[in-house]
């Protein structure tokens, strides 16, 4: 081999080992761009899920200070029922009081006017004079409608006692559920061997139709989708107060299991 062809040979290898440094570079671009693409794909993965982490959180707290109004709210009724019985007791005692001064008056009334009918004419320490009788009769008459206007507020308490006992004893009925279908497996899932179970929060409205539906919990989207779609078809009997009105029910939980045959 002469000289030139030495040459040649070199010139040959170096351009091959340039091409080959190029092709290189080419593909390190190319990773380092789809690099940076999975990594903006995961940050707004991680945004989307602490988003829904916060709406929970929220949701959590509000139910918090639902549980703790209502928990003050029937401390302070039974505070008020106390209250009203404290009251009760005192008025009945205070018109037992009446019933028997009442009887006594009436029994010295009739031995008097008996001692009168005996003898009118007759004075005597232990007889009193027809004034005297008559102021009694007054006393006893008004005594009598002091009485009455207890048995009237006594009657009263009781109504009211009875009415706050029905409203404390009350309780609310939960929307149940009707008719539920099963959900369709995805085609795509089944695919990709995925599988868990999807964990979903709905409300139902008075006419017992699911409403905002949320995922709390979830393997993948996809299967996300398909426990939403199922959901949404539920049929629930709604929710009752305590006078069978229908009213709107928050927060239940619901699952669905997405599992392969094997």
């Not at 009193?128 to 009788?133: A, C, F, K, P, W």
């Not at 002091?146 to 409203?167: C, P």
């Not at 089944?190 to 139902?204: H, M, P």
Request: charged residues 35%.
């Amino acid at each position: 081999m002469n000289r030139r062809e030495t040459l040649r040979g070199r010139r040959h290898n170096r351009d091959s080992s340039s091409s080959t440094g190029f092709t290189k570079n080419i593909i390190l671009i190319f990773f380092v761009i789809a690099l940076i693409g999975l990594s903006a794909f995961l940050f707004q993965e991680n945004k989307s899920i602490e988003a829904k982490l916060s709406s929970i959180q929220t949701s959590n707290n509000l139910l918090k200070n639902q549980i703790r109004e209502l928990r003050e709210e029937v401390s302070d009724q039974s505070m008020t029922m106390n209250g009203l019985r404290s009251d009760k007791d005192l008025f009945e005692e205070e018109w037992t009081n009446g019933l028997i001064r009442n009887s006594e008056l009436e029994k010295e009334n009739r031995r008097l006017r008996n001692l009168i009918k005996d003898d009118p004419l007759r004075k005597s320490s232990d007889v009193l004079d027809l004034d005297t009788i008559r102021e009694l009769e007054s006393e006893i008459k008004i005594l009598e409608d002091d009485l009455k206007k207890k048995e009237d507020e006594i009657r009263n308490l009781k109504a009211e006692n009875s009415s706050k006992n029905d409203a404390i004893n009350c309780k609310v009925t939960r929307a149940k559920v009707i008719r539920r279908p099963a959900p369709i497996y995805p085609k795509r899932a089944l695919d990709r061997d995925i599988e868990g179970t999807v964990k979903l929060s709905l409300g139902v409205s008075t006419s017992g139709r699911p409403i905002d539906i949320r995922v709390l919990s979830t393997p993948s989207d996809i299967l996300s989708n398909a426990a939403m779609s199922a959901a949404r078809k539920i049929s629930f009997s709604p929710s009752k107060d305590c006078y069978g009105n229908s009213i709107i029910d928050q927060n239940l939980t619901i699952s669905y299991s997405f599992k392969m045959d094997k």
